[in-house]
């Protein structure tokens, strides 16, 4: 008996893949590198010289933070090529990850900020 192995690909096509490119990867890594730069001057230069407020530059990291995550995600671990139902799943279950957060973050300060001192 002979057995036969057939490798098939049910919408694994290799060019789903093909806009992945090494100049592509090149293009993003200097893109990662750009915002990271751009947060160290943020961090050693703007800040200390008190050209921003600390809250604007808080914003400012996490949009950084946040567009480095989006490249990271979407070049390097591939999501850009995913198809939509994915995407707009994983990107649902973030959305609701942060807002879980950010109303722990809330109510913890609440709970925090009013609870009576006990001597």
Request: cysteine-free; glycine content about 8%; proline content about 3%.
């Amino acid at each position: 008996m002979s057995e036969q192995h057939i490798h098939t690909t049910d919408g694994h096509e290799h060019d789903d893949h093909a806009g992945l490119s090494k100049s592509k990867i090149w293009q993003v890594f200097f893109i990662l590198l750009g915002i990271t730069v751009v947060e160290f001057i943020i961090a050693l230069v703007i800040l200390p010289a008190g050209m921003i407020p600390r809250g604007a530059a808080n914003i400012a990291y996490i949009l950084l933070t946040l567009l480095k995550a989006y490249y990271i995600v979407a070049f390097f671990m591939h999501l850009k090529f995913e198809k939509t139902g994915l995407i707009l799943s994983m990107g649902l279950a973030f959305i609701f990850i942060a807002y879980f957060i950010t109303l722990m973050l809330i109510e913890g300060g609440y709970l925090h900020d009013h609870m009576p001192l006990h001597s």
